[in-house]
T-cell receptor
Framework: SQQGEEDPQALSIQEGENATMNCSYK?????LQWYRQNSGRGLVHLIL?????REKHSGRLRVTLDTSKKSSSLLITASRAADTASYFC????????????FGKGTTLSVSS | GAGVSQSPSNKVTEKGKDVELRCDPI?????LYWYRQRLGQGLEFLIY????????KSGLPSDRFSAERTGESVSTLTIQRTQQEDSAVYLC??????????????FGEGSRLTVL
């Protein structure tokens, strides 16, 4: 089934550094979304980028989308310890129009 | 309520018993999703309800799993004859519109199931 695959699986950085996570997917999409999950909690929506958009910003977050490569990246600038969490990308197959399918996630650890 | 509510938050059961997990979506949200998350793993899609359309059950792992939704409100996920491999956090989410639209998903805090 269609699934986003995040890369890397785990990332450890120092506060103030930037964190970049990548997501690849398999089929054509309508939009791609990024979510965050703190340990043991539900997921929280971060940002949505449509298939006709190439870049989107929200605060310290920057998302890019390359539909020709079927990939997206999430950049967190000036990271903080509070950014420590797992980050997931999610896509919908725009032909099937069914559920949002999540990747396996990137676990980000930010040390102070 | 203000958010997606799931119950129970924790459930410990014995192998072979049936369990029922409940999800109350945000009022007015037409779409409802169930996902399973094993420890340290990603989200595994189970089932998707959208309005009055037939649900997408393609993610249900076996016929021991079933789910129902009453109109555009409460949903229950039932696992019959539980196995130890069913141990996981079961996450419910709802969205205002279809998955292919612009709606973000709002997640509950999950129901943690432990099968002994």
């Amino acid at each position: 089934s269609q699934q986003g695959e995040e890369d890397p699986q785990a990332l450890s950085i120092q506060e103030g550094e930037n964190a970049t996570m990548n997501c690849s997917y398999k089929t054509s999409i309508n939009n791609l979304q990024w979510y965050r999950q703190n340990s043991g909690r539900g997921l929280v929506h971060l940002i949505l980028i449509r298939s006709n958009e190439r870049e989107k910003h929200s605060g310290r977050l920057r998302v890019t989308l390359d539909t020709s490569k079927k990939s997206s990246s999430l950049l967190i600038t000036a990271s903080r310890a509070a950014d420590t969490a797992s980050y997931f990308c999610a896509t919908v197959n725009n032909q099937a129009g069914t559920a949002l399918i999540f990747g396996k996630g990137t676990t980000l650890s930010v040390s102070s | 309520g203000a958010g997606v509510s799931q119950s129970p938050s924790n459930k410990v059961t014995e192998k072979g018993k049936d369990v029922e997990l409940r999800c109350d979506p945000i009022s007015g949200h037409t779409a409802l999703y169930w996902y399973r998350q094993r420890l340290g793993q990603g989200l595994e899609f189970l089932i998707y309800f959208q309005g009055n359309s037939a649900p997408d059950k393609s993610g249900l792992p076996s016929d021991r799993f079933s789910a129902e939704r009453t109109g555009e409100s409460v949903s229950t996920l039932t696992i019959q004859r539980t196995q130890q491999e069913d141990s996981a956090v079961y996450l419910c989410a709802s969205s205002l519109g279809p998955a292919g639209g612009s709606g973000e998903l709002f997640f509950g805090e999950g129901s943690r199931l432990t099968v002994l």
